[in-house]
């Protein structure tokens, strides 16, 4: 049974840092892309960043870009999130996903994880 177990997220001031883990579980994830999303309150999911497993390439989103760096570490089966300069209009619960397919990563991806709630003092 795949698994994805995010960590890492908390309360932080408006400039402040955090990291998550995504750890996964259950499969083989050599073709598969990771991905980051998060869903402030009232509004919708949006996509944030993906990794590719296999050869570590990244896409993020602009809202994000030179600010959240992805990364992942195989040999732990773990996906990160670096999120820097952090702003108030990042505080959302934020999931982690992954399939085998960018495109249906973005839109219905395979495997969601439970989320884990960042917030952003101003």
């Known amino acids: 049974q795949v698994q994805l177990v995010e960590s890492g997220g908390g309360l932080v001031q408006h400039g402040g840092s955090l990291r998550l883990s995504c750890a996964a579980s259950?499969?083989?994830?050599?073709?598969?892309?990771v991905g980051w999303f998060r869903q402030a309150p009232g509004k919708e999911r949006e996509f944030v960043v993906r990794?590719?497993?296999?050869?570590?390439?990244?896409y993020y989103a602009d809202s994000v870009k030179g600010r959240f760096t992805i990364s992942r570490e195989i040999a732990k089966n773990t996906v990160y999130l670096q999120m820097n300069s952090l702003k108030p209009e990042d505080t959302a619960v934020y999931y982690c996903?992954?399939?085998?397919?960018?495109?249906?990563?973005?839109?219905?991806?395979?495997?969601w994880g439970q989320g884990t709630q960042v917030t952003v003092s101003s």
């Open positions: 259950g499969r083989s994830f050599s073709s598969y892309y």
């Open positions: 990794i590719s497993w296999s050869g570590g390439s990244t």
């Open positions: 996903a992954a399939d085998n397919s960018p495109p249906r990563l973005r839109i219905n991806p395979g495997y």
